[in-house]
């Protein structure tokens, strides 16, 4: 607990101390603003049970602890008033203070509850509350699958997180290093499906200088929970590394990760689609992907350019007709 203590005597020489963090301090904490603070206080009652001498306030670990169970609440789809509601009937109870994993039964449109559930992970991120943003990431995959949650849930909290560092400048790296630490962690835990497929695998690899593989994982974890077999390399693959790759594995298709235009490499991919093995008379190759905003306006020809996480699965599913006809490919990541 981040607490602020000013010192002080009493009228007997001995230290007093009058504990608690500052409104300021703790706005910094829950990524809120101090104005925030004081509707809160004034509409919902969440302020501190306890003034100090003036109009100096300050928040009591218990009175920290009913805020951020106020801002768990909404996190889960709660509306402020309910959730204040609650986490002050609480108060006195909520030390340490438990991360809620259930939630009441949704009450509205499907569309409406998925951009509540992306704005609660949203601000559990700025929080930078990890309890919170492992709950909501573990309730999103459960309840809509790996891609689902990826799309609707992921993919939006990620790209405000983004666009909060855009606007403030250096502010927020450290939130959407964090979101990424997480959702990478929930993609890697993903459920796989048992290796019934014998057939050459799908080589993933983000182009060389490119180290945003985020979304190269997650395809990386869909295609482990249907059961297509895939190789996945990471970010920042040297050319070297990913012909040899390819030369290896004989992959039935590559998917090349370029998230900007800088880094997009057009011989790498056109090399790739012109490679062949094999005997004479039954030579083949590889299909190339192309995912990612750096392939913008690029061409290569014959290569795929699927622009969602359900477009590159159906296009890679295709490529495997054996796979067609297993039961897999309605596994719970195709909801």
């Known amino acids: 607990m981040d607490v602020e203590r000013d010192a002080g005597r009493g009228g007997n020489g001995a230290a007093t101390t009058v504990p608690g ?16 603070l004081r509707t809160w206080d004034r509409r919902y009652g969440l302020g501190p049970a306890q003034r100090a001498d003036g109009h100096h306030r300050r928040w009591s670990a218990e009175d920290v602890a009913v805020v951020e169970e106020m801002c768990r609440l909404t996190a889960t789809g709660l509306p402020p008033a309910e959730a204040a509601h609650q986490a002050v009937s609480r108060r006195g109870t909520l030390l340490p203070v438990a991360v809620p994993t259930q ?28 309890p919170g943003v492992r709950s909501l990431l573990a309730e999103a995959v459960d309840r809509h699958g790996l891609v689902g949650a990826w799309q609707d849930v992921m993919v939006p909290a990620l790209h405000a997180i983004g ?41 993933l690899a983000c182009v060389p200088a ?5 979304p190269l994982e997650a395809l990386s974890a ?23 790759a390819v030369r290896r594995t004989g992959p039935r298709a590559v998917v ?37 905003p750096g392939w913008a306006g690029r061409t290569v020809r014959g290569a795929l350019r ?13 490529l495997y007709p054996e796979f067609a006809a297993s039961p897999v490919t309605a596994g719970p990541g195709r909801a």
């Open 306 to 318: 699927p622009s969602t996480l359900p477009e590159a699965l159906s296009a890679l599913e295709r």
């Open 256 to 292: 090349l990760w370029a998230q900007a235009r800088s880094t997009a490499n057009l011989p790498l991919a056109r090399q790739l689609a012109e490679s062949r093995w094999g005997v004479r008379g039954a030579r083949g190759g590889p299909a190339v992907v192309l995912g990612g």
């Open 103 to 130: 939630r009441r039964t949704p009450r509205r449109p499907a569309q409406d509850t998925l951009e509540r559930r992306h704005r609660g992970l949203s601000r559990a991120a700025t929080r930078l509350d990890a």
């Open 21 to 36: 963090v500052t409104t300021g301090a703790l706005a910094r904490r829950l990524g809120v603003a101090p104005t925030t």
């Open 163 to 203: 666009r909060k560092w855009e606007e403030a400048g250096d502010r927020y790296v450290e939130v959407e290093h964090f979101l990424t630490w997480h959702v990478s962690g929930v993609l890697h835990r993903g459920p796989v499906a048992p290796a019934t497929l014998a057939a050459p695998p799908v080589v």
């Open 210 to 214: 490119e180290q945003h593989s985020l």
């Open 222 to 244: 869909a295609l482990d929970e249907i059961g297509l077999p895939q190789r996945m390399f990471g970010a920042a693959v040297p050319v070297e590394a990913v012909t040899a």
